[in-house]
């Protein structure tokens, strides 16, 4: 099934939800994708929403992440009456980063691997649960009871979302919400895949006021089209968004032990031990 977007098509796969394609060759240093402002779902989204009035009114202000991930929640729950139901309906409905590992996963990775993906399911444990209250304010704008709706689960999924498929892009400061505002969702140019030695250069344009990625490797006819999310070990790639890439130039071994050669082999030992 082919969906034809200019110079980009999107197929579907059996491996990966959608992957797009080239349609021409694309040179070193052409324009890959260019995507409106408006396209792309931020914090401004949100705020100018339904969500907005409960969002601004809110003591202590919320931070960037926490009122993106409660828009989709909320934007999954309306369904089809939602205009980012397009969007959403083709997100994946679970994901393979940290925050999904059972315990039987956990429990065959590396101590130190271990210990940073009990931290990301903890992450979202406490962002569930110390905002029980802002989400209870919610009610008036939901048909079925908040505690149904914004469950653990499905901020789970949203914070994956957010995390695993942002872009960078940076917003001014304002008085209603806390933290450093930089993630922006991008339908469409979230469908392109990471390739370790691949080089484009991405950002958001503020002449044309469109989010664009450049090939700078350029790209072969009707083969896929990849991006690179940065130079990233497979730790990272692991712990960040769910998957290794093969052949990854960037890869590193993480030595527990390095840091106390110079403390006396009994802190090797003892290290070794965790």
């Known amino acids: 099934q082919k969906d ?20 021409p060759v694309h040179q ?55 205009d980012w139901f397009p969007y959403i309906d083709v997100l994946p409905t679970t994901y393979t980063c940290p925050a999904y590992f059972t315990d039987d996963v956990l429990a065959v990775l590396p101590a130190s691997v271990r210990r940073q993906a009990l931290e990301q399911q903890e992450t979202i444990r406490e962002i569930h649960s110390l905002n029980q209250d802002f989400f209870r304010s919610l009610q008036p704008i939901l048909s079925e009871p908040v505690e149904e709706v914004l469950t653990y689960a499905a901020l789970r999924w949203a914070w994956c979302s957010v995390n695993t498929r942002s872009v960078f892009k940076s917003h001014p400061p304002n008085n209603f919400l806390s933290g450093e505002d930089v993630y922006a969702l991008a339908p469409f140019l979230d469908l392109l895949n990471h390739q370790p030695d691949v080089k484009v250069k991405a950002s958001f344009n503020d002449m044309t006021r469109c989010y664009e990625i450049r090939s700078v490797s350029g790209a072969q006819r009707y083969q896929q089209a990849f991006i690179n999310y940065g130079s990233h070990d497979n730790q990272r790639l692991l712990l960040e968004y769910g998957f290794v890439a093969l052949c990854n130039p ?25």
Request: aromatic letters at 12%.
């Open 4 to 23: 034809t977007l200019g110079k980009i098509f999107i197929e579907k796969s059996q491996c990966v939800t959608r992957v797009c394609f080239c349609s």
């Open 28 to 82: 070193p240093g052409q324009l890959l994708i260019s995507l409106p402002e408006s396209c792309l779902l931020t914090t401004s989204t949100v705020l100018n929403s339904y969500l907005g009035h409960y969002i601004k009114s809110w003591k202590p202000c919320l931070s960037p992440l926490l009122v993106l991930c409660v828009f989709l929640v909320c934007e999954r729950h309306r369904g089809e009456a939602s």
């Open 250 to 274: 960037h890869s590193v071994v993480y030595n527990q032990f390095c840091v106390f050669v110079l403390k006396g082999y009994c802190e090797i030992f003892c290290c070794s031990l965790l």
